[in-house]
């Protein structure tokens, strides 16, 4: 077993046991996860801002209360915001219909921090953005970005689930959006996940 498999591994079991911990049921059939709700499960809170003002920011997790700059598009400048602990910054450019997946996928990647790095952020100042391109940032900081988005998406598109949804629509003329859809996610989320599982 190699420990990128038991990385995952661990991480699809805690997704589980955040979803089961909200409703067990969501894990009976196929359907989009209600990660807004969890979210509010988990104690946390989110605020729609814009974070900055060419969208390169998607989410950013908020460890310490403190303040922090968001673009203030009706003056067309930057103004400080006081967050709390528990916090959950998404980008307002987000909340649009064609941008669903997008926006849900960035909320389950800032609560994939929230639940598994806690203890590297608290008391640093810093937050755990979720970037639209990555910067330029230290190899642990890829690792724990990759960690989040394994866990967004064990929280997202579980592997059960997933598997019945494409055993149930498999005649389906566009499979991968089909199942896509039924997840809330984006079709190109669903497609790695097909190809992971070797369904497609
Ligand atoms: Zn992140």
């Known amino acids: 077993m190699t420990q ?58 908020i460890f310490d209360d403190t303040l922090i700059p968001v673009y203030d598009k009706d003056n067309g400048q930057y103004s400080f915001i006081s ?15 064609a941008k669903i997946g997008r926006l849900r996928f960035t909320m389950a990647h800032e609560l994939a921090h929230w639940l598994i790095h806690q ?23 890829a690792g724990l970005e990759r960690q989040a988005d394994r866990l967004a998406c064990f929280l997202l598109m579980p ?3 997933v598997k019945t949804a494409f055993y149930h629509n498999r005649n389906h003329a566009d499979l991968t959006a089909a199942i896509a859809n039924l997840f809330g996610v984006s079709r190109q989320a669903m497609d790695i996940r097909l190809k992971e599982l070797r369904l497609v």
């Not at 967050?83 to 219909?97: F, M």
């Not at 203890?119 to 990555?134: D, F, H, Q, R, V």
């Open 4 to 61: 990128v498999y038991y990385r995952d591994q661990a991480l699809e079991a805690i997704a589980r046991r955040v979803v089961k911990t909200h409703d067990a049921a969501l894990l009976s059939s196929p359907r989009a996860i209600p990660i807004e709700e969890i979210i509010g499960t988990c104690g946390l809170e989110i605020d729609y801002q814009y974070i900055r003002n060419n969208g390169r920011i998607l989410g950013e997790t």
């Open 83 to 97: 967050v709390r602990r528990g916090s959950i910054i998404i980008d307002a450019s987000l909340l649009q219909p």
């Open 159 to 161: 592997t059960g689930q």
């Open 119 to 141: 203890e590297i952020y608290t008391g640093t100042g810093e937050s755990a953005a979720m970037l639209n391109k990555p910067l330029k940032s230290s190899e642990a900081d």
